[in-house]
């Protein structure tokens, strides 16, 4: 899929959990596989609505089974990492974060890439479920079958600082 379908697809995302957009905010969608070349399985779709000094809003999209891998937001200088809540608006979503892992897990990381992987509580997000992660935190996420729409609202997103587990990752 190139960058334009993913960016329609992401559309019809947003159409199905009737999250309204303007014609300039349907331009700005952000379409990224980090680098990696593998859109469908590893990356994310997202709008940045406001992203000021104190604090950000965003709307993101998982394709079905497409994982945002694990990363963490860390401390730049004296400011805190970014602390963000995650609200699942439609779909599901199953979020991993430090702390005791399930010991069954849902999900399963990208193939060759599962030794980036390394944290598995389990949290499942389903429509109108929030979940807010602490500033430095390893996490990762995965959509369901059907895909996912999150609503992120968080201190100052700094994605350029995000520390990604797997180094091959380019943000």
């Known amino acids: 899929m190139d960058r ?3 960016k329609k697809l992401t559309r019809d995302f947003f159409d199905k959990a009737n999250i ?3 014609p300039d905010e349907k331009k700005q969608i952000e379409v990224t596989d980090l680098g990696l070349g593998r859109l469908e399985e590893i990356g994310l779709q997202l709008l940045t609505y406001i992203n000021t000094d104190r604090y950000c809003a965003k709307e993101m999209v998982l394709f079905p089974g497409q994982t945002c891998p694990e990363h ?3 401390e730049i200088g004296d400011r805190p990492g970014k602390k963000e809540t995650f609200r699942c608006r439609w779909g ?3 979020l991993y974060v430090e702390g005791e892992p399930a010991d069954n897990p849902i999900c399963s990381p990208p193939k060759g890439n599962e030794k980036f992987y390394t944290v598995w509580r389990e949290i499942t997000l389903k429509p109108g479920d929030q979940y ?3 500033p430095d935190t ?3 996420f995965q959509a369901g079958e059907e895909g996912a729409v999150i609503s992120e609202f968080s201190s ?3 994605d350029k600082h995000d ?3 797997n180094p091959n990752i380019e943000r």
Do not use: D, G, M, N
């Open 4 to 6: 334009q379908e993913a």
């Open 20 to 22: 309204a957009l303007t």
């Open 72 to 74: 963490r937001h860390p």
């Open 92 to 94: 599901k979503v199953y």
């Open 132 to 134: 807010t992660i602490a």
């Open 138 to 140: 390893k996490h990762w």
């Open 156 to 158: 100052t997103s700094r």
């Open 163 to 165: 520390i990604f587990t």
